[in-house]
């Protein structure tokens, strides 16, 4: 028997793995713009187009899993609001609402966008000399940029955050996009520990630091901007569901942000003067993406299972 409970559970697990696709779609679309051949030098081209060529079998597994999982939700939606088993999957009184719904809505744009990366990194890969022409370049630039905000502003779509006050849009978009961007580009990260020399992992962690300074700073304002609104008393904050798996939430994304001022601040500084230093990194970076993933799971749970009260 299909319990409430069973229900819930596998609309989170869907959730996690939908967050797993977006967050490898934006996070390996930009990672790969993080280090080109133009920041080598000619004899090492082949390794960064090893590295490139990782990131885009590892985008394309979870884009995979995140497509697969985004159309699953809708039916398991569908089964959870028919009340009548996993037969109450293809309800089509149910499917008809839900088709009339946002639901179909967040599920027709996310299966576009993820289909559109996973087009992009099959390019990437089949086409040999595809990042070395800057006018391509900066197509896959536009092209990464239009997947981002796709997905991002389809978390503007449904739940509790659809009912935020004006300019909710920009503010959940930004923070969705950078948030995933953070956490899909941890894996290319380690992935770039053990390819790069240390004069080259050096410079592509120098500029990722670089480039994440301003986005966690952007991050922060806007998730202090929803918060304000979805949360806005401290008794809220404290003792509902709600507001203690944000505090939780925010805890985590405190820690990555902790492992994340270590590795520019101590870490990376020290590849160039100690020859196992990318290994000390590649350890630190794994932490952060198991901390990143408990944040997704965390998410999952917040947008699924509770809500503030609005």
Known sequence: MMTPEIWTTLLILNKFLVYLGIAASIGGGISIFLFTQYAASPGRHGVIRQWHNSICKYALWFISIGFIANFADFFVQTGNMSET???????PIMIEMLWLSSVSTITIIRAIFLALSAFMMLTIISSVYSLRDTGKLLGYG??????AAGLG???????HTNELAFGSVTLITLHVVIAFAWIGSLVPLIYATSVFNESELYSLMTRF?????WLVALLIVAGSGMLIQLVPSIDELFNTNYGQLFIAKTALVLSMLGLAVW????LVPRLLQHKNGHIKLKRSIMAETVVGLLVLITTSVVTTAVGPAL
């Open 153 to 159: 502003y389809s978390f503007t779509l449904s739940g």
């Open 142 to 147: 536009a092209f990464t940029a239009l997947i």
């Open 85 to 91: 088993g996993i037969s109450g999957m293809l309800n």
């Open 209 to 213: 630091g670089h480039y994440a300074a």
């Open 263 to 266: 590795h520019k601040l101590y």
